[in-house]
């Protein structure tokens, strides 16, 4: 199967502002169908939910038409899928609540190739407990962070590792099926930084080997939500704070307040349309869809960013940063003699968006030599053509030395 671009950018309005769009690590552009979605939901009768009258009807189907429509796209349970309002939201809940079970002694695993949402709030639920942290270190000379990297930091009192499936900053895929077998091995839980990865490739919750899981349907083509992924028998486990009449049921124990279901509507409308991506697929199951879709995206975003490899490689004077062997079509790189904010202003004046930063990856940037300051990145989106990667390396070769 192959992507029909042409057709994908035309139900994306924002396309029609005219800039080349290489800014989709940070948030993608919004097809009209998930627009079309939230709009409707809003025009509809909503209430708290229920089963009484039409508006808490519609709200309780829209908020289990996400959960499944989130389950196809992570391969997971919907009764173990908790909503809320960011990967980061859920992170710190979620380490919160683990750490009611930590103490002096205990141990908790992060890296230095991570967002800092998946570092952060790890490292406060420790010091808060008492426990300790142990840092894996990725190698700076070729962006991989290896299983023996994690291995190095396990003890006989690791509780828990945070990794990222694919570091927003670089790409770098790391081999998360083996490092969940060593982390289980040593007896600790897994928890997997999908929101880069989910954008690019098929999430399968068991096949990872995660223990929890999140994701931001914001990073793929939908509205700003954060999404938590987990076993339900193991989140029947957790005790989360929460208010003493709220639900005490799997997953809704974990949801804070009142959902927004017009945003849910829209993570609905964004996984159909990612499951359409590659037409044609003659199959009525959604998670079939799914993955025939995303094989099409990786083969589609692996040959133009292998052009723009290229080109970078030709123009002379350009450090390309993202260099792992398995990686997302996510490329950071510094020119010399220019600041990346510079190199990103410029791009920006021949109409192409590709900003500079360490982009919350301080450690991984600080890694790389590249300071606070980072670099300037280009990402890839289902949306991305030939002709935008005509313009960035255009736009690049006219770079001022």
Not at 135 to 158: K, Q, V, W
Not at 179 to 206: C, E, F, M, N, Q
Request: with cysteine; charged share 25%.
């Amino acid at each position: 199967m192959t992507l029909d671009v042409a057709a994908i950018r035309a139900r994306i309005p924002a396309l029609k502002s005219g800039s080349a769009r290489f800014d989709g690590p940070g948030g993608t552009q919004t097809p009209q169908p998930v627009i079309d979605a939230i709009a409707e939901a809003l025009s509809r009768p909503l209430a708290n939910r229920g089963r009484t009258t039409e508006g808490e009807r519609n709200a309780d189907a829209l908020v289990a038409e996400a959960r499944g429509a989130l389950a196809d796209l992570l391969a997971a349970d919907p009764r173990g899928v908790v909503l809320g309002r960011s990967a980061t939201q859920l992170a710190y809940d979620l380490s919160r609540t683990l750490a009611k079970g930590w103490g002096p002694g205990d141990e908790v695993v992060v890296t230095r190739l991570d967002h800092d949402s998946n570092v952060r709030p790890w490292i406060q639920a420790a010091e808060a407990a008492g426990a300790t942290v142990r840092r894996a270190d990725f190698d700076p000379a070729t962006g991989e962070l290896l299983p023996e990297h994690i291995e190095a930091a396990l003890s006989d009192r690791t509780r828990l590792v945070a990794v990222t499936a694919a570091s927003n900053l670089i790409g770098t895929r790391p081999d998360i099926p083996a490092i969940a077998a060593a982390t289980h091995r040593a007896g600790a839980l897994l928890h997997v930084d999908a929101v880069h990865y989910a954008s690019h490739a098929a999430v399968d919750l068991t096949a990872l080997g995660a223990d929890t899981l999140v994701c931001s349907p914001y990073k793929f083509l939908g509205p700003h939500l954060g999404v938590l992924a987990a076993d339900p028998d193991f989140l029947e486990t957790l005790h989360p704070d929460k208010l003493l009449p709220s639900s005490d049921a799997v997953p809704e124990r974990f949801e804070l307040g009142t959902l927004p279901y017009e945003l849910l509507a829209g993570t609905r409308a964004a996984v159909d349309f990612l499951a359409d991506l590659a037409p044609g697929t003659p199959c009525h199951d959604r998670r079939a869809r799914l993955t025939a879709s995303f094989a099409a995206l990786e083969h589609h975003e692996d040959a133009l960013r292998t052009r723009i490899e290229e080109g970078l490689a030709a123009l002379g004077g350009v450090t390309l940063h993202s260099r792992a062997a398995h990686r997302t079509p996510t490329l950071l790189f510094t020119v010399e003699g220019l600041r990346p904010a510079e190199v990103s202003q410029h791009l920006a004046r021949h109409a192409v968006d590709a900003p500079s930063g360490s982009f919350y990856a301080l450690e991984t940037s600080r890694d790389l030599g590249l300071g606070d300051e980072g670099g300037t990145r280009v990402g890839l989106a289902p949306y991305t053509d030939g002709e935008d990667v005509d313009r960035l390396l255009t736009a690049l070769a006219s770079l001022p030395r």
